[in-house]
């Protein structure tokens, strides 16, 4: 694109530098219509390059008309939305079975979309459980965990 515009500024800068330099007669007249026809055709070139190509992208480009990813603005993106999830994740624990956790989910970047790969739960505090009822209390967090990110079992991890 640089190049494109590098090129029809320098076009327009001879044309005006040769219509200043030109006479008055009818030979200034047909040359600077000439260069008047030079500029619309500089301008024109990307046309031609879609027509013979059929994308505006040149030969010597490195994308070949696709499109490449902005692949730091893309993981930031998704670690923003992983760390949401968890947070989502540590409220609901509390609100339902009224234990305080800390949530960290883990995540691929597969088909162009977001899939969580491990969810890693450490219970901070079992709150009014006893010590034999939490371990139907860590089978319970596992289930909401699967239900809420639909992940399968084996990629929840709890720690106490």
Excluded at 90 to 101: A, D, G, H, N, Q
Excluded at 131 to 147: F, P, Q, R
Aim: net charge negative; hydrophobic share 45%; aromatic share 12%.
């Amino acid at each position: 694109m640089d190049a494109y515009i590098l090129s029809v500024c320098g076009a327009v800068i001879i044309s005006s530098l040769v219509t200043i330099l030109l006479p008055d007669g009818k030979t200034g007249k047909f040359i600077n219509g000439v260069l008047k026809l030079f500029c619309l055709l500089v301008i024109l070139v990307p046309l031609f390059v879609f027509f013979k190509n059929g994308s505006f992208e040149t030969a010597g480009s490195a994308a070949e008309g696709e499109i490449s990813l902005d692949e730091e603005f893309i993981g930031g993106f998704y670690d923003e939305f992983a760390n949401e999830e968890a947070r989502a994740v540590e409220k609901k624990i509390e609100e339902e079975l009224s234990v305080t956790v800390t949530a960290q989910i883990e995540w691929d970047f597969v088909d162009y979309a977001y899939e969580v790969s491990k969810v890693k739960i450490k219970i901070e505090n079992f709150g009014m459980y006893g010590k034999d009822e939490h371990i139907l209390v860590i089978s319970k967090i596992e289930e909401s965990v699967c239900a809420l990110l639909n992940v399968r079992a084996e990629a929840v991890e709890i720690y106490e």
